[in-house]
C-alpha cells in the first residue's frame, strides 16, 4: 500500500526507540500528562452534570414549571380559565392552588411554613408530589377532614409521624370575645414527603386539600392561582410570555426562571469555569509536547540534513514533526478517553467503595442534599475535550516543525 515518505518517516520516529533516553522521557510524560488532563476533565465534568440532573430533577419534582395569578389576589373565575390554559400548546398539566404563610406548632415547637391547597387528582399532573411519599398518601388528602402533607425535615423538627395532629397557624385574624386572634386549625398528617435538602423542600411546604385551604383562608369557591407543567422545562418562559398576552383579564403569567433562574446560571457558570480551569491541565501537557518535539528536531539534525540534500522541500520536513506530535496527541487523548470514560461510568460505585474502605461517608446527606455522588456523560463535552485536544496538539507540533525545516545541511553535517 502506498504511504507518503513524511507518513512513513513521522510514524518511524514515533516508534523507533531512541538513544536520547531523556527525549522519550518527555514525550512520554506529554502523552500521560494529554491523557490525565482528558479524564480528570471528562470526569469532573460528568460529575457537575449529575449533579445539575438531580437538582433539576428533585426542584421541578416539586416546583410547578408556570404559575397563572390574578393582580387582585385571587382567582374566582379559575374553573373558566382553566381549560383554556390546558388546552394551550407547549402545556403538559395544569392544577389550582391556594397557597399562603403559616406556622406549624407542635407542643412547644414552631415552625414557618407556606402552605398549600391542592387537588391531589390534578397535582400530579403538574409536580411529582406522589412520587415523593415516603409514608402516607397523597390521596388521604380529602375534602373536610384537614388531613396534611409535610415534608420530611419538618416532621422530624417537630417530631411529627403519619397520624398525628399539629395545628396550622395562618397570619389572618378572627374576632373571638377575647378580641383579635389569629386564625389556626388543627390538621392530621397523613403523608410525608422527601425531596433532599435542595431549596428547603423538605422544611418549608405542607400540602393540604384545596377546599381545606379555601375554608382556611377565607377563599370561599376561588383559588390563588394555577400552577403548570409545560412539555420542556425551557419553553416555560415562552410559553408564559404567550399566555400573558392569550389570557382575558388582568393575569401575571410567571415562570421558574423568574425565581430560580440565577441559581441554575450558576450552576452553568461553574461548569464552564471549571471546564477552562481543568483545561489547564491539558495546556501544560501541551507544553511538554513542544519542549519533546523541540528535542527530537535537535537530536534528528543529521537526518534532516541528509533528507534535504536528497532533495525533501521543506513543507515534507514540517509534515514529518507534525505527524509525529498528532501522534503523541492522538495516544495520549484516546488514553484519556478510555480511562477518562470509564471514571465517569463508575464514579458512584468508586466513591461508595472509598467510603466503604474508609468507613466513613464522604458525602453525608445532612450536609448536602445527595448521599451519593451522581455522574452523567454528556457527550457534547466529549466532543469538545477531544476537539480541543486535537487543536492545541496540532499547533503545538508547528514550531518545532518549522524550526525543523529552517535546518540549514551545510551547518547540520558540518560536526558529523
Not at 418562559?237 to 393575569?251: F, K, M, R, S
Request: glycine residues 8%; contains cysteine; hydrophobic residues 50%.
Amino acid at each position: 500500500m502506498y504511504q507518503p515518505l513524511f507518513l512513513f518517516i513521522g510514524l518511524r520516529y514515533t516508534r523507533a526507540k531512541r538513544k536520547n533516553y531523556f527525549v522519550s522521557f518527555i514525550a512520554l510524560c506529554s502523552m500521560l500528562g494529554i491523557a490525565l488532563g482528558v479524564a480528570t476533565l471528562i470526569t469532573v465534568l460528568s460529575v457537575m452534570n449529575g449533579f445539575d440532573e438531580e437538582i433539576r430533577k428533585r426542584f421541578f419534582s416539586m416546583a410547578p414549571h408556570a404559575t397563572v395569578n390574578s393582580y387582585i389576589g385571587e382567582m374566582p373565575d379559575w374553573l373558566t380559565i382553566l381549560p383554556q390554559v390546558a388546552d394551550f400548546p407547549g402545556v403538559e398539566g395544569v392544577a389550582p392552588y391556594v397557597g399562603g404563610q403559616g406556622m406549624l406548632t407542635h407542643f412547644e415547637q414552631v415552625l414557618p411554613i407556606v402552605a398549600i391547597g391542592i387537588l391531589p387528582e390534578l397535582e400530579t399532573q403538574v409536580t411529582d408530589l406522589d412520587k415523593r411519599l415516603i409514608e402516607g398518601r397523597l390521596m388521604a388528602l380529602q375534602p373536610g377532614e384537614y388531613g396534611v402533607v409535610i415534608g420530611a425535615q419538618a416532621a422530624a423538627s417537630l417530631g411529627l409521624l403519619v397520624g398525628e395532629q399539629v395545628n396550622l397557624m395562618i397570619p389572618q385574624a378572627s374576632v373571638t370575645p377575647a378580641g383579635l386572634l389569629p386564625r389556626f386549625k388543627r390538621f392530621t398528617v397523613v403523608g410525608i414527603f422527601s425531596a433532599g435538602n435542595a431549596f428547603n423542600f423538605d422544611d418549608a411546604l405542607a400540602f393540604m386539600h384545596l377546599q381545606d385551604a379555601q375554608t382556611l383562608f377565607q377563599l370561599g369557591d376561588a383559588v390563588t392561582g394555577l400552577r403548570l407543567r409545560t412539555e420542556h422545562i425551557y419553553q416555560a418562559p415562552l410559553i408564559a410570555e404567550q399566555l400573558t398576552q392569550t389570557l382575558p383579564g388582568n393575569y401575571i403569567v410567571s415562570d421558574w426562571t423568574q425565581q430560580f433562574g440565577a441559581f441554575f446560571d450558576t450552576i452553568k457558570l461553574e461548569k464552564t469555569m471549571m471546564f477552562l480551569i481543568l483545561m489547564l491541565i491539558i495546556a501544560v501537557a501541551i507544553f511538554n509536547l513542544i519542549s519533546s518535539l523541540v528535542m527530537v528536531v535537535t537530536d534528528k539534525q543529521a537526518d534532516i540534513a541528509i533528507l534535504r540534500t536528497m532533495g525533501m522541500l521543506p513543507n515534507r520536513i514540517m509534515a514529518i514533526f507534525i505527524v509525529q506530535g498528532l501522534v503523541i496527541g492522538l495516544v495520549g487523548l484516546a488514553l484519556g478517553l478510555i480511562l477518562g470514560l470509564v471514571l465517569a461510568m463508575n464514579t458512584t460505585e468508586i466513591v461508595n467503595g472509598i467510603q466503604a474502605i474508609l468507613g466513613q461517608q464522604i458525602l453525608a446527606n445532612t450536609s448536602y442534599f445527595l448521599d451519593y455522588l451522581p455522574s452523567k456523560i454528556v457527550w457534547s463535552d466529549v466532543i469538545k475535550i477531544a476537539g480541543f485536544t486535537l487543536v492545541m496538539s496540532f499547533f503545538a507540533t508547528l514550531y518545532p516543525a518549522w524550526r525543523a525545516a529552517k535546518t540549514q545541511p551545510a551547518q547540520a553535517l558540518r560536526y558529523e
